[in-house]
């Protein structure tokens, strides 16, 4: 069959979530004329999220029509190369997105900017512990930016989403009731922080008493009724609960859907194609240019879009991706570590400790919306990790998500799984226990990798990608230490019981832990360990990005959302003030 | 529990007879109707089952199913070539004939005890399917027992909305949560589910929301 060729248009963007939208508005904006590609379905926030169908946690949790369709598209996973990867048959430790809006339509709205230290890690760990300290195996490295220059890209992204907080460090000026140890902010947050629940003043109060210093982590869920900076109105969170993993029948949750995409509707340069699904990038004889993308269209057409530009902001599994199936960039080999395209793919530790009370009862439910009161003392490189042993890092928080009744229910360590006791455990203890919980760094390793997969294939006859990963001895050294700080932390809280979570010495894809899959397409300023440059370009192909979680060398703590906004933020500057006068290499 | 009991309407769209008679008395372990109130059983969890395998989930409709099919690690998750369907039509027919043949009466004919002591031979995979794990069956029926008692009724099980209310849970959130979020005093309210609003058995506010009856703490325990 051969493709219909349609006219060229300035830029072709693939995926409409967090990157997508933001970098269509940015360039339509400028006068290009842009057209988005989305392989999900377009949605109507007042009919298809409304009140008070949104209030389902099984229709939206366990069974939702906006997650990816694994029967069409998944990936394989093994542990490690002597297994044979096989496929993610359904939705287990994350769940990438499938709708106009992308993952972040149903994120939990967690706005944490990484600190300075994350951007530079292999510089700074280098120069603090020297060389050796770094795991042998692990493929430790800088983002080729500085805080400094992309701290203006976090503003502006925060001015989008909306994001509440309170600044700890202004300038370099610490501020009371923030967060002492975040990178320098050259303002306040555009709105106020959270309200502390009880379960948070309980925390603060111990963490506290322990040397720490609590604050109120920042959240894109609306803390008053917002304009933004695309002038998008968004109302105050009702702290109704069903947040991750549902859209927000209430618009309060900053996302592509509610703070970008109508604004960007209005933008006459502008065309969105949803159920589109792009097989490939296009490159010309030279394989230096991109000539666009081809995609399959909603009626199963096979379409070739030209383009000047061509901007991947998909998932970073999609990013990843599409570039093996374009033949863009040297894939990585694992045995010879040379090859870059799906070099350093990494995910996100977590792990928590519960406290059980008999003598106080909580309202787990009212909640959402990121209400958290955390501290930072374990992120980054602020204790000195010379005597710990272990690199990396972690937030540390109470959350008030609001607990929903099939998963949200949490019980002490040696109640049996179902039955009586069971019963009369849930019973007792679903509004009595609060929970401790980790958010922590996973870095890459030389054998933690992305590339496709021999045996399965899509729907449309392509290769699955294949993710080989697991964890490693430095981050179960951390996880190890984390648990310990959170025990103590739970015991000054004098409950009745403690519990915790053992997720065990192996990764697996079942049981959700996070949507926080990086790497695969990483940047740097070292064509032989990146895939694009300090401004998301590929350096294969220079009218080619490739921008989102993809691009991430490690996955430092603080949740991924965040940056990648920024990162749009910033390689959408990058494209409309240098590049389109000079198009070509940006470094 | 008869069929005529059944208010979601007195028909099962993919459950046998004695796939819902197995069901009605396994679930019940899983979740017993004690002094707190309410089991699974009279929750309608049977219901639920039927439902979801009836539905899009039942036959693996967003789920990854080409082949080849193989076994598999723990971390690698679902591997099994059944949907859902067919692992509770497989399964609860092997069940059956292992009972007949060791205690010559099926599952739902044996006495509680005898129940109680092969549903935990099941989960510990100590009994040997012709076609598939014990154990995964196991997992699968715990997993939509947890599912059926806890989600709203508009699926046909948590009857009464009994799940929620031994949770002290109320459901649709109302449009006070704003203020409350702050409260160190537990919140109780009659639950409301979506099923009531659709139905209207609950009106809403301006906003959407549904109007609480706040209730005292312990009247949630009573059913």
């Given at each position: 069959m051969s493709a219909t060729k349609l006219k060229s248009v300035d830029v072709v963007v693939v995926g409409s979530g967090v990157v997508g939208s933001i970098m269509s508005m940015e360039l339509a904006s400028a006068g290009m004329n842009v057209v988005c590609l989305e392989r999900g379905k377009q949605f109507d926030a007042s009919t298809d999220f409304h009140k008070p169908n949104v209030y389902d946690e099984l229709k939206f949790d366990r069974h939702s029509d906006i997650f990816q369709n694994l029967a069409r598209d998944t990936i394989t996973f093994r542990n490690n190369d002597a297994q044979t990867a096989l496929p993610m048959r359904e939705m287990g430790a994350f769940k990438p997105g499938e709708m106009v809006g992308g993952t972040a339509a149903h994120w939990g709205g967690n706005a944490r900017r990484f600190l300075p230290h994350d951007f530079e890690m292999y510089s700074r760990i280098k120069e603090r512990y020297?060389?050796?300290?770094?795991?042998?195996?692990?493929?430790?490295?800088?983002?080729?930016?500085?805080?400094?220059?992309i701290e203006p890209y976090y503003d502006q992204f925060e001015e989008i989403f909306g994001v509440g907080g309170k600044a700890g460090n202004l300038d370099g000026e610490i501020q009371p009731g923030g967060n002492p140890h975040e990178g320098p902010r050259s303002r306040?947050?555009?709105?106020?922080?959270?309200?502390?629940?009880?379960?948070?003043?309980?925390?603060?109060?111990?963490?506290?008493?322990?040397?720490?210093?609590?604050?109120?982590?920042?959240?894109?869920?609306?803390?008053?009724?917002?304009?933004?900076l695309y002038r998008v109105q968004m109302l105050e969170c009702a702290r109704g609960g069903f947040c991750s993993s549902h859209v927000c029948a209430q618009g309060a949750k900053a996302n592509p859907g509610s703070a970008v995409l109508p604004a960007l509707a209005r933008q006459p340069t502008f065309e969105l194609r949803p159920l589109c699904n792009?097989?490939?990038?296009?490159?010309?004889?030279?394989?230096?240019?991109?000539?666009?993308?081809?995609?399959?269209?909603?009626?199963?057409?096979?379409?070739?879009?030209?383009?000047?530009?061509?901007?991947?902001?998909?998932?970073?599994?999609?990013?990843?991706?599409?570039?093996l199936l374009s033949g863009i960039g040297t894939p990585y080999d694992p045995r010879t570590g040379k090859g870059v395209v799906g070099r350093n793919y990494a995910y996100q530790q977590g792990g928590s400790v519960q406290v059980f009370f008999d003598d106080r009862e909580f309202n787990p439910f009212?909640?959402?919306?990121?209400?958290?009161?955390?501290?930072?003392?374990?992120?980054?490189?602020?204790?000195?990790?010379?005597?710990?042993?272990?690199?990396?890092?972690?937030?540390?928080n109470t959350a008030t998500s609001g607990a929903t009744p099939i998963k949200g229910k949490r019980v002490p360590a040696g109640t049996p799984r179902w039955g009586g006791e069971w019963k009369k455990a849930v019973a007792h203890y679903y509004r009595r226990n609060m929970s401790i919980s980790i958010h922590a760094s996973c870095l890459s390793y030389r054998h933690n990798y992305l590339d496709l997969d021999p045996t399965y294939k899509d729907a449309y006859g392509l290769p699955?990608?294949?993710?080989?990963?697991?964890?490693?001895?430095?981050?179960?050294?951390?996880?190890?230490?984390?648990?310990?700080?959170?025990?103590?932390?739970?015991?000054?809280?004098?409950?009745?019981?403690?519990?915790g979570t053992n997720k065990g010495t192996h990764f697996g894809i079942t049981g959700y832990q996070s949507t926080h899959n990086v790497g695969g397409a990483v940047m740097g300023s070292d064509p032989s360990t990146s895939v694009v440059n300090k401004y998301l370009q590929s350096w294969d192909v220079s009218n080619l990005f490739v921008v989102g979680g993809s691009a991430f060398p490690q996955n430092p703590a603080n949740g991924p959302t965040e940056t990648i906004g920024m990162l749009a933020c910033w390689a959408a500057d990058a494209i409309k003030e240098n590049y389109v006068r000079n198009p070509g290499s940006l470094v | 529990m008869t069929l005529s009991d059944n208010p979601i309407g007195a028909s099962y769209l993919y459950l046998l007879e004695p796939e819902i008679r197995f069901l009605e008395a396994a679930v019940e372990h899983l979740i017993p109707t004690d002094e707190l109130g309410p089991g699974a059983r009279d929750a309608g969890v049977v219901v639920y089952i039927d439902r979801q395998?009836?539905?899009?989930?039942?036959v693996h409709g967003r789920q990854y199913r080409g082949g080849p099919w193989l076994e598999g690690t723990p971390q690698q998750g679902y591997q099994s070539r059944f949907t859902p369907q067919e692992v509770y039509r497989i399964a609860i027919r092997e069940i059956d004939q292992h009972c007949k043949a060791a205690f010559d009466r099926p599952f739902a004919q044996l006495a509680g005890d005898g129940q109680l002591a092969l549903l935990e031979q099941l989960e510990k995979d100590e009994i040997a399917l012709p076609s598939l794990s014990s154990k995964f069956f196991f997992d699968m029926l715990w997993r939509n027992t947890e599912e059926g008692y806890f989600a709203d009724p508009l699926y046909g099980g948590n009857r009464d909305k009994v799940g929620w209310k031994l949770l002290g849970f109320p459901g649709v959130p109302s449009g006070q949560y704003r203020e409350l979020l702050t409260s160190s005093e537990p919140y109780h309210a009659e639950p409301v589910s979506v099923l009531d609003i659709q139905t209207g058995k609950v009106p809403v506010d301006a906003e959407g929301f549904p109007k609480h009856v706040v209730t005292k703490p312990n009247s949630n325990k009573e059913s």
């Open positions: 020297g060389k050796s300290f770094i795991p042998e195996d692990c493929n430790l490295q800088d983002w080729g930016v500085t805080w400094d220059e306040e947050y555009p709105n106020p922080p959270t309200r502390r629940t009880h379960e948070g003043s309980l925390f603060a109060e111990a963490a506290t008493s322990l040397g720490y210093v609590p604050f109120q982590g920042p959240t894109a869920a609306m803390t008053q009724d917002y304009r933004n792009v097989l490939r990038v296009n490159t010309d004889s030279t394989g230096k240019k991109a000539t666009g993308v081809t995609y399959i269209d909603a009626r199963g057409n096979e379409v070739e879009q030209p383009a000047d530009i061509v901007i991947l902001g998909a998932y970073c599994f999609s990013n990843t991706r599409l570039l009212i909640g959402g919306g990121q209400v958290n009161t955390s501290i930072d003392e374990f992120n980054g490189d602020v204790i000195d990790r010379g005597p710990l042993g272990f690199i990396g890092g972690a937030y540390i699955l990608l294949r993710m080989t990963f697991d964890w490693n001895d430095n981050d179960l050294r951390m996880m190890k230490y984390l648990n310990e700080r959170c025990t103590e932390i739970g015991r000054a809280l004098n409950g009745s019981k403690l519990g | 395998l009836a539905g899009t989930w039942g």
